[in-house]
């Protein structure tokens, strides 16, 4: 079966460096999604990774390794705003996005 | 970014009524939209997926008679709940796909919350 994991909370502290991981399997591979969700709000397209290696998005970065079925978000210089949900997502080989079932990111000041 | 909106934001209706939810990609033609439900606290559910011109593609579960999807352009879908009853209610949020230089980019709309009471 197809399966996304990723760690069901985590708590950071403000200004501080967090690294949420995902590791999935998945009946093929078009691509890996980061979102962010608050509460009572739609998710938000952070990232998309389709080849290994390190994105760079300002303060966001997503890392694949695809031989792993691996993938990490890392969010620097923590803001009390970044508090949320974090969802990892893999599209298959139908174009289908499997979700993970989000990562809560609790940040303290 | 790419913007997709939803209308309306929210709704409350009464038990056996229709509501529509319109779906746009504001700056974009999506090749693809999807709609989706998600229950508090739990992960999105996909409904179907629908492509313009054509039936949308619905997910073991999901009654297509109850939930009637129309994809009339590549920037417009809309999601009509039929009969509706207060296990209905929940939050829909739509999604468009783009493929830009063979990346795939998915956007989502900021969700109609739905009360049927």
């Known amino acids: 079966g197809q399966n996304i994991d990723q760690p069901t909370e985590m708590t950071a502290t403000e200004g501080a460096i967090v690294q949420i991981n995902c590791t999935y399997q998945t009946s093929g591979f078009n691509g890996l999604f980061w979102y962010q969700q608050h509460a009572g709000e739609a998710p938000t397209f952070l990232s998309y990774?389709?080849l290994d290696g390190l994105e760079e998005k300002g303060r966001f970065s997503s890392f694949l390794s695809r031989s792993k079925g691996y993938s990490y978000l890392l969010l620097k210089e923590l803001q009390m705003k970044d508090s949320a949900s974090y969802l990892c997502?893999?599209?298959?080989?139908?174009?289908?996005?499997?979700w993970g079932a989000g990562t809560k990111l609790i940040i303290k000041p | 970014g790419a913007v997709v909106s939803q209308h309306p934001s929210w709704v409350i209706c009464k038990s056996g009524t229709s509501v529509k939810i319109e779906c746009r990609s504001l700056?974009?033609?999506?090749?693809?939209m999807f709609w989706y439900r998600q229950f508090p606290k739990q992960s999105l559910m996909l409904m179907a997926t629908s492509n313009e011109g054509s039936k949308a593609t619905y997910e073991q579960g999901v009654e297509k008679d109850k939930f009637l999807i129309n994809h009339a352009s590549l920037t417009l879908s809309t999601l009509t709940v039929t009969s509706a009853h207060p296990e209905d209610s929940s939050f829909y949020i739509c999604?468009?796909?783009?493929?830009?230089?063979?990346?795939?980019?998915?956007?989502f709309g900021p969700g109609t919350r739905l009360t049927v009471t």
């Open positions: 999604s468009a796909r783009v493929l830009t230089g063979g990346d795939h980019e998915q956007y």
């Open positions: 990774n389709v």
């Open positions: 997502a893999v599209m298959d080989s139908n174009y289908q996005l499997i």
């Open positions: 700056d974009f033609q999506a090749t693809t």
